[in-house]
């Protein structure tokens, strides 16, 4: 049959797993806490366990292979991750190596970043299948992104292709985590965010945002700002507008780079939904030369994470296809 | 043998063509002025005599395909060119049905966009090719740009990708013809360039430009601030690493994204070299996020526009490959 694969999403958090059916998406799922603390060691124990849990619901052992979507650098084979940047004391392992010794299974495993696997499930699961080339773009605590081309993850010279978060639309701009200045990560991840709009807003008498965020609007997070703007909180409204402008102007620069029209929207701020996409939408058409400006369309994606482990899933599907 | 293909460069001045014979480059050129005024009619007899010309040259007319390289949009098909920005009166005109009427011959004519053949042409004859994937940027009356991935021209949904003369690095900052606030054309175009230089150099009495550039420094050119770096001219210095350093910051957004590392630079204003080039180096190195800053190169085309001419006639050979 073949039709069963195992998808991982590792998080800092969570480890997420689920038996994943091609072409219908997952049959069954279970999450377990990641400890990171415990260590690297630990990580494994526990992403094998559920590995395990998830492959005793596969009807007949049809298991294809395993994908494991996780945040930091994955090598070219895709067999290995460094330094990924909410686990400690992980420096490169080959996880490939480590799950086939305690699976005992020569098991295809494919190792693959996280906003890849999530284009990647966008595209065979999600908002992305009606397109065979499309931009991911998940706003959460970092902004990651993907290039999906004729269905594939484009993943350039050494695999690290797709670095949106890290695009500048503004040589002097604010600074994110990585030092580069006017990233779009700087205006639209979710702590600059919401550092930004403490900023902004301390001295805002208007803003219904004082009554939700504590003082000094301390516990501020997007997910207010998007509770206030639908509750026609204008403050609220203002900052999701300008934080919008600004991916209008990123998603510019992957459109004349590319001649990539369609743009996938995910993670946590998305959720804010065309509070941001509206201003994105009018940037575009005021960034973009005319002669590319036509069908360019920003979609929020609607499976919220799931795309992430049905993606790591279709890894194997995929490999499998091409060898 | 079938060795043998015809290049075409199809400019707003000159017309050039050539007789390359695959992988050792040109055997015989010649060129004729484009009259471009006297109508797109004038000037597809002049690239059909052309032709013919180049044809006498092949031995056994051993001729594989005619290959053109354009300014202006170019359909997916790449057999029409349409609203080339240098040439009036032309709206959207089928090359490949025009030349092969006047020529009597079905042999395949392909059109592409003439960064886009410069940087075909820079894979297979010049300083691209140590590199399976590159940037070709064209600095020139505009900038051009192509994505070369494994050797092949990267053309995007619609055939128009490699615009990074129009990718912004400052939202608010000056705008190109194209009406893009902040793209690299606006810095670097040979127009832009010139004009920034008159303006800040106005009252500036060190520079020996004032006595190169005419009244109000009214001539100056990017080759005359070279020629006055060279003669250690330091406000002529500042300028090009100015725009250098605006280079630079158009090299890293495409590094973060596509994961390409090595950039080749043509076109009239990178004569400059290091005077551009350098900075650009510099402001790479402060740009790029740290896990993506190695094996950045920026490289100088070494073929001039000879590239152009040789891209144009390469677009047969790798058609052959493929069919």
Redesign the interface.
């Known amino acids: 049959m073949k039709r069963f694969a195992i998808g991982i999403d590792l998080g800092g958090t969570n480890v997420k797993a689920a038996l994943v059916e091609r072409g219908e998406g997952a049959t069954n799922q279970t999450h377990r806490a990641t400890d990171a603390e415990k260590g690297p060691d630990h990580v494994i124990d526990v992403m094998v366990d559920l590995v395990q849990e998830m492959w005793s619901h596969a009807p007949e052992d049809d298991i294809t292979g395993i994908g494991i979507g996780a945040p930091g650098?994955i090598n070219w084979d895709r067999t290995t991750l460094s330094?990924p940047p909410n686990l400690h004391g992980w420096d490169s392992i080959n996880l490939q190596d480590e799950m086939q010794k305690r699976l005992g299974a020569l098991v295809p495993i494919i190792v693959e970043n996280d906003a890849n696997v999530a284009g990647l499930g966008s595209a065979h699961y999600g908002a992305g299948r009606p397109h065979d080339?499309f931009i991911m773009l998940t706003l959460g605590t970092g902004v990651g992104?993907a290039?999906i081309h004729n269905n594939k993850i484009?993943?350039?010279?050494?695999?690290?292709?797709?670095?949106?978060g890290?695009?500048?639309?503004?040589?002097?701009g604010p600074v994110d985590r990585?030092?580069?200045?006017?990233s779009i990560e700087a205006y639209l991840g979710q702590n600059h965010l919401s550092q930004h709009a403490r900023e902004r807003l301390l001295n805002d008498d208007t803003t219904i945002l004082h009554q939700m965020a504590g003082p000094d609007l301390e516990y501020l997070t997007p997910k207010m700002l998007h509770d206030a703007a639908i509750r026609g909180d204008q403050s609220a409204i203002d900052i999701l507008s300008w934080a919008g402008?600004?991916l209008g102007?990123v998603i510019?620069?992957?459109v004349?780079?590319?001649?990539?029209?369609k743009f996938i929207v995910g993670g946590g701020v998305s959720a804010a939904g065309d509070y941001i996409l509206g201003p994105a939408r009018k940037?575009i058409q005021?960034?973009?030369?005319?002669?590319?400006r036509s069908d360019i369309e920003i979609i929020q994606e609607t499976l919220g994470n799931q795309v992430g482990i049905l993606g790591a899933a279709h890894l194997i599907f995929q490999y499998l296809d091409e060898h």
Do not use: C
């Not at 890290?166 to 002097?172: F, V």
């Not at 990585?178 to 006017?182: F, I, N, T, Y």
């Not at 004349?256 to 029209?261: P, S, V």
């Open positions: 650098n330094y080339s992104g290039i484009f993943r350039g010279t050494t695999g690290s292709a797709g670095e949106i890290h695009m500048s639309i503004d040589y002097e990585s030092g580069v200045a006017g402008h600004k102007w510019s620069s992957v004349h780079l590319l001649d990539i029209r940037a005021q960034s973009v030369m005319p002669g590319m």
